[in-house]
């Protein structure tokens, strides 16, 4: 495990949920020493590295994004994959190959590997990127291995319920999506839980 300047982590995801990236911020600024220390050990951000030494975060985003948040400069980081002798093409078809990359705007688009942000920090907001991840908070699914398990969430939530404008609309949309994932028209998705799941605390 290493540590590198979270300016230089390159994210291989074109967004991320900003109520998410805000919840760990406070959870961040609400500890100092030791604790903050261990929090941030907890976590370490693993990494690929690509054409010319790049440092490419493959997951955590929300994490590096939120230490940044909280003027946190640096992360522990663990090696996944050193690919940084294939050139720049071959590199991002051994990304998707690996499933190690979500090329994909916030309205479920696919955007050019040349358009992807050059910083963590950057993500483009998607709302429903924070529905799926506070549904899986509140008991509406579990927590897997599965690579790119919360944007397959997100997706299904962006086809079922509209897009919330305000706070009020994301609370209801958290607790529809609760409902939803464990529903008929959830399963097969991963950590689906069905209707005997438990259910946890939801926002207000």
Do not use: C
Request: charged content about 25%; overall charge negative.
């Amino acid at each position: 495990m290493k540590i590198v300047q979270i300016k230089r982590l390159r994210p291989t995801q074109a967004t991320h949920g900003r109520r998410e990236v805000q919840q760990k911020t406070g959870e961040y600024v609400a500890l100092e020493g030791h604790d903050l220390d261990m929090a941030i050990a907890s976590k370490p951000i693993p990494v690929v590295l690509g054409p010319g030494g790049d440092v490419f975060a493959i997951d955590y985003h929300h994490v590096a994004a939120a230490l940044w948040a909280a003027q946190i400069e640096k992360a522990p980081v663990v090696l996944v994959s050193d690919i940084s002798s294939l050139s720049v093409n071959d590199f991002w078809l051994e990304m998707e190959n690996k499933r190690w990359t979500y090329p994909y705007n916030a309205h479920g688009g696919r955007i050019s590997f040349s358009n992807m942000p050059r910083h963590v920090y950057e993500l483009e907001n998607d709302e429903y990127r924070s529905v799926a991840g506070f549904v899986r908070d509140a008991g509406g699914y579990e927590k897997t291995t599965v690579p790119l398990e919360e944007f397959r969430w997100a997706d299904f939530f962006r086809a079922n319920i509209p897009l919330p404008e305000s706070d009020e609309d994301f609370a209801s949309a958290v607790r529809h999506g609760v409902n939803l994932a464990k529903g008929e028209l959830a399963i097969g998705l991963p950590g689906f839980v069905g209707p005997e799941g438990k259910q946890k605390q939801q926002p207000d």
